[in-house]
């Protein structure tokens, strides 16, 4: 039986975590991409299009003593209350897992249809920046276009076409001396 689970073109933050269910030495050779594009966790993922790197293969002994849940939540920032509620199973996972941001969709729209080796475990979101504060009111946050006579901007205008016209007056009394001269 497979699962399968829609990919909007629109999406972001979204987390998909899948188990790997395959020995230890099949691992390298399912989730690699051969130089001739074949692809086993592509295919099994029944993706379209899939994006190379970010794909995430985590062997879970290397991460030691931290769980699977803790990295998710550190590498992507994972919360709520649905990742709480699946954070003992995230860390009664054994072996491999496969996990896949929004961004690994190569912003496709696609039907995914997950086989084996593949099990997906859940899907969770990142959390949605912050929405933008109260406009700034400070009379020093208003911008100005035009420079006005005593700003930094204007005084160094005036320093440069007074260096000008130094060298414009030099260069004339130049020549005028020669023509006195000759």
Do not use: C
Request: no cysteine; hydrophobic share 45%; aromatic share 8%.
């Amino acid at each position: 039986m497979s699962t399968t689970m829609q990919i909007k073109s629109s999406e972001r933050g979204v987390i998909r975590v899948f188990h790997i269910d395959l020995p230890r030495e099949a691992i390298e050779r399912f989730t690699t991409q051969a130089g001739t594009g074949e692809w086993p966790v592509q295919y099994a993922l029944g993706a379209k299009s899939l994006r190379n790197a970010f794909v995430e293969v985590i062997d879970i002994r290397d991460l030691g003593d931290m769980s699977l849940s803790q990295y998710l939540i550190n590498a992507h920032d994972v919360s709520g209350a649905d990742f709480q509620a699946m954070r003992p199973r995230l860390d009664a996972l054994t072996g491999f897992a496969l996990v896949l941001p929004s961004q690994a969709f190569d912003q496709a729209e696609q039907e995914l249809s997950i086989a084996t080796p593949l099990r997906w475990i859940g899907t969770f979101n990142e959390p949605k920046p912050a929405a933008g504060g109260a406009p700034i009111r400070a009379k020093s946050a208003k911008g100005n276009i035009s420079s006005t006579p005593n700003s930094p901007a204007s005084q160094s205008n005036n320093t440069l076409w007074i260096v000008i016209a130094l060298f414009f007056l030099i260069a004339v009394a130049v020549i005028l001396a020669k023509f006195m001269l000759n």
